[in-house]
Structure formats: structure tokens, C-alpha cells
């Protein structure tokens, strides 16, 4: 998660009107947090508090059940996983999306008909359940429970490099199950105050302005970098200021290859994907590369997947298991000249560039897989 979302987070009110709920707690450990405690802990019950908060709304939001303790354990497993790579998430990446998408509609529904007045509220409704583990028969609502909490994991394993708090998890889902019985009780206080709360929150929040602002700052010094170094490279330009051919002495960091640029592709038809680990949309159209890249290697494609700059080695091999890649070379934009040469910023993007440099490039791939293979089978001589 970058700044922007942590300073959307430190922005979200602690108290919303309380509803009928069950409060159920989650079973994990039991930790008290002091009013002298470090601020790191303070911060992360705060999050917690926050979070909790939100998650009270979830069953308004989506006419579903809030299962806390598998939200809590999506929590931990993302931030197992991210420092584990070894480590499963009880669902594939494939599963957590669809679920995503489902109830992202389902959520636009609701909105519709409220505003229609065709739906009324139901009572907030938290599934008493202290499983922890998903189940053949789960439910879509004990899913999207967890897969929220995954998400929730992920990006702060995100916001916690950039700003260097010590997070700690535990802490993190006291708070969010302390909120969430104050929120139902109103006698049960927080173990932090208001004050207390509030003024953490405001380190951080200066904090975070500070991770912003520097972190634009590099951003701008290495786009600059970026476009000096790819002056050169451009040669005769499209219409929409992309090069005619394709260049092979862009810069690449090798992942499955021991690539450097990629002149070892010169002369050969090359289907690229341009992509990035964490986005849903690249994650859900990498097994139409994949099978294109199965459908046509024995007639001599070659099928490269070129991760944006902003990637990590980890977070490709991760999206390469999770996604079962075979026979797919991988290579990472850590120079950032093929992004600035050839893409807009945005992703997912697909290219296939024909022996003589010239290339077809494909800026929405879902809706052009039929072109894409014409244009091989074209190029290949394959019927």
C-alpha cells in the first residue's frame, strides 16, 4: 500500500453508529497494549481500531456475514506469505480475485437498489464462528472474509517497508476486536484513549507526508534518469510516440535467464507480456499468455514476461508458482527503459514482435486474443 492509502486510513473515523452484532472474538492471543507502550504498537492497534471499524459496515455493504476470525487469519497468512514465499495462502490468487470481483458487484447492487429504495438495511450480522480454516463447502461470504483480510495483510506489509514501524499483527487485531465490542457495547472502552489514539495518529500521518514527498522526489530523479537514458533509443516513432521496432539493448534483469538486454531475441518472433505480480486484471489474463505460449513454442515462439520496474524478484517467482508459468522466459524492468519506451504506465500489455523488429502491440488483450493468435499464425506459417 503506498502513502496515499495510509493517509486515507489515518483519515477514517473510529466510531460509526453501532448495530446489532455479535461481537464474536476472534481466537487468537489476547494482548494488552499500554498507554507507555512503543508507538509501533500504539499504531498498529490503532490500524486495528480503524480497520474494525470498517469491517462493522461489511454486512450493510454487502448483504453478507462478517466472519472476524477468518479475517484475522487472512491478516496473518498475507504477512506470512509476503515474508515466506514458501508459505500457501488457504486460496490461489486466482480464487481470491474472483471472489473479489463477485462481491464488488454484489456491493454495486446493493448501493442500486438502497438508492432505489427497492432493499432495506439488514441488521449487522457477525457470523459466530471461530474457524480459522476454509473448508471444501466455505461459503462465499467465509471467503470474501478472508480474502479482505489477505488484501488487508498485503498492504501493510507494503506501508510498513516504506514508513519502517515494527507491525505487529497481534497488536493490530486486539484493536480491531476491541473496536468492534465498543462498538456494540458502549461501555467497553479501547485500551488506548481517543487522545492517545489521535495523537499516533498524527506522527504517522507527518510521518507518512514526509515517506510521500521523498518518495516522489526519487520517483521524479529516476524518470528523469530513465528518459536520458532512452533518448537515444527511440529511433523513427508511431503516432502514439512509441519506437517502430522493437529495441534490443534495452536493459532487463534476468529471472529464469541470465538475460541482460534483450538482443538474444533478435531475429526470433517474440510474444512479450508486460505485466506486474500485483495486479488482479495481469493475474487473471496470465493463463491466456500462458496457453498461447503452450499453443505455438514448437512452431518457434518465444513467449517473454517482462515485469514492470516496480516488482521485486520474490513477488515474480511467487506469480510465477501461483500461476504454474512453464517454459515462459521471465525478466524484470528494472531499468524501467522497456515501460518508458514502450507502455503508458499501465498494465497489463501484450506485443508480438515479428523477426525484423516490427511489432503488433496489444493494449487491451482480453479483447483481442483471436487477433493475437492470427497475427502468430500469420507470422509462423501455422494454420
Not at 187 to 209: F, H, P
Not at 229 to 241: C, F, I
Request: net charge positive.
Amino acid at each position: 500500500m503506498n502513502t496515499r492509502i495510509l493517509l486515507f486510513l489515518l483519515a477514517v473515523g473510529c466510531f460509526l453508529t453501532a448495530c446489532n452484532s455479535s461481537g464474536a472474538p476472534a481466537p487468537f492471543k489476547s494482548v494488552k497494549v499500554a498507554p507507555n507502550a512503543p508507538d509501533e504498537q500504539k499504531f498498529s492497534y490503532l490500524l486495528g481500531t480503524q480497520v474494525g471499524t470498517q469491517s462493522y459496515g461489511f454486512p450493510e455493504a454487502f448483504l453478507a456475514e462478517f466472519y472476524e476470525s477468518l479475517f484475522g487469519q487472512g491478516v496473518k497468512d498475507a504477512w506470512k506469505a509476503e515474508k515466506d514465499t514458501a508459505f500457501k495462502l488457504q486460496l490461489p490468487a486466482d480464487s481470491l480475485a474472483a471472489v473479489g470481483v463477485r462481491y464488488s458487484q454484489k456491493a454495486q447492487k446493493v448501493q442500486q437498489e438502497m438508492a432505489a429504495n427497492k432493499t432495506q438495511l439488514p441488521l449487522n450480522k457477525t457470523a459466530k464462528s471461530f474457524n480459522t480454516k476454509l473448508s471444501a463447502s466455505a461459503s462465499d461470504d467465509e471467503k470474501f472474509s478472508y480474502m479482505w483480510g489477505t488484501d488487508i495483510g498485503r498492504q501493510f506489509v507494503t506501508f510498513t517497508a516504506e514508513l519502517e514501524p515494527k507491525f505487529d499483527v497481534d497488536i493490530f487485531l486486539q484493536g480491531m476486536r476491541d473496536v468492534r465490542v465498543s462498538l456494540k457495547d458502549t461501555s467497553k472502552a479501547l485500551q488506548l484513549s481517543r487522545d492517545t489514539l489521535n495523537a499516533v495518529g498524527m506522527r504517522y500521518q507527518q510521518k507518512a507526508v514526509a515517506a510521500q514527498a521523498a518518495a516522489q522526489q526519487k520517483f521524479q530523479e529516476e524518470q528523469a534518469k530513465v528518459k536520458e537514458e532512452v533518448a537515444g533509443m527511440r529511433g523513427d516513432t508511431l503516432s502514439s510516440g512509441m519506437p517502430k521496432l522493437m529495441n534490443y539493448f534495452v536493459k532487463v534483469t534476468g529471472i529464469t535467464t541470465e538475460m541482460q538486454t534483450l538482443e538474444p531475441l533478435q531475429g526470433k518472433p517474440v510474444f512479450v507480456f508486460y505485466f506486474s505480480t500485483t495486479c488482479p486484471h495481469c493475474q487473471k489474463i496470465y493463463p491466456e499468455i500462458q496457453k498461447i505460449a503452450d499453443e505455438y513454442r514448437s512452431a518457434g515462439l518465444t513467449t517473454l514476461a517482462i515485469a514492470a520496474g516496480s516488482n521485486t524478484k520474490k513477488g515474480i517467482l511467487g506469480f510465477m508458482e501461483e500461476q504454474k508459468a512453464k517454459d515462459v522466459t521471465f525478466v524484470l524492468d528494472a531499468s524501467r527503459q522497456f515501460g518508458e519506451l514502450y507502455s503508458d504506465g499501465y498494465v497489463p500489455k501484450a506485443y508480438f514482435v515479428r523477426p525484423n523488429g516490427e511489432y503488433y502491440f496489444y493494449p487491451n488483450i482480453d479483447s483481442v486474443l483471436d487477433s493475437i493468435r492470427t497475427n502468430i499464425r500469420t507470422e509462423l506459417g501455422v494454420k
